[in-house]
């Protein structure tokens, strides 16, 4: 399995750091939604689904967490632990969230509205999918 992660431009001076992220320019699809995980609890684990269609770019914009990723063949970890680093989570792939640190905040930059139809919940639902 391919991972690929973008690294943003900073614009970085005496002031701080700034990062600005364009569709179509530093990442492949149209921005639709936007949402983002905060205060999550020690020890948990979220996410457990994949999407049909639906692209992400998931980023640690504070602290750190931790993305397990499947595609029904092999999995990999992926540790997201800094603000202009974007991990692209195409369709058809398991997804996993773990390891938060208490001051984490995970951004997701998405494809698509909110649609429950674009999610497989289940696993064996999703290897099933896999195959078709
Ligand atoms: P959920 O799918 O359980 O999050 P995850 O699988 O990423 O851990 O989502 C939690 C709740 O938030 C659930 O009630 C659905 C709602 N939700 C929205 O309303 N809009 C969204 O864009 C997302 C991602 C979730």
Known sequence: MNITKYTFQKHGD?????????????????????????????????GFHAHKKLEQILICVHGNCK?????????KVVLLDSPYEGLYVPNSIWREMFDFS??????????????????????????KYLGK
């Open 67 to 75: 993305i397990m990723l499947d595609d029904g063949h092999e999995q």
């Open 14 to 46: 005496d002031r701080g750091q700034l990062v600005a992220i364009e569709e179509g320019k530093d990442i492949p699809f149209d921005i639709k939604r936007v949402y983002y995980m905060y205060d999550t609890g020690k020890g948990v684990r979220r």
């Open 102 to 127: 208490a001051d984490a905040v995970l951004l997701v930059l998405a494809s698509d509205i909110y649609q429950e139809s674009d999610y497989i919940r289940d696993y064996q639902e999703f290897i």
